[in-house]
């Protein structure tokens, strides 16, 4: 799973320019990443931060469960946080430039986890 889940994160960093440090994740196991390895629990424990605040809000609205999320850190850049609904599913925290294209920072983050998440089913199915 680790040389899919690597494979998908560096054609996602290939093609996203607004991508700048990223992290993809699996409960608390890191796939791959380009943080300092030793950032790589706390950038985990960020997201985990990120989507407790962002369930308690949904529940609170009553909407659906946060899937992603992006954070605007004034002229320093972006955090954008994306994970499967699922529990204990694949998660990215990643940080971008200021003008980031949302969209865009999404769609390759998620075709990034679904890449990774294809592997993931297929190492399962052969157990």
Not at 18 to 29: M, N, P, Q, S
Not at 33 to 41: C, G, Q
Not at 64 to 70: K, S
Request: hydrophobic content about 40%; charged content about 30%.
């Amino acid at each position: 799973m680790y040389e899919q889940a690597d494979k998908a994160f560096k054609e996602m960093l290939d093609i996203s320019t607004d991508i700048d440090k990223a992290v993809l994740f699996w409960g608390d196991t890191v796939l791959a990443s380009n943080f300092p390895e030793s950032l790589n629990l706390t950038m985990i424990a960020k997201a985990r931060q990120l989507a407790s605040l962002g369930d308690a809000r949904a529940t609170d609205m009553k909407s659906a469960p946060l899937t992603q999320l992006v954070i605007d850190a004034g002229g320093e850049g972006m955090v954008f946080f994306a994970r499967e609904p699922k529990e204990n599913g694949l998660g990215m925290l990643a940080t971008g430039k200021k003008d980031s294209r949302i969209g865009l920072v999404f769609y390759d983050m998620k075709t990034c986890m679904r890449d990774a998440q294809e592997e993931e089913e297929e190492v399962e199915g052969e157990a």
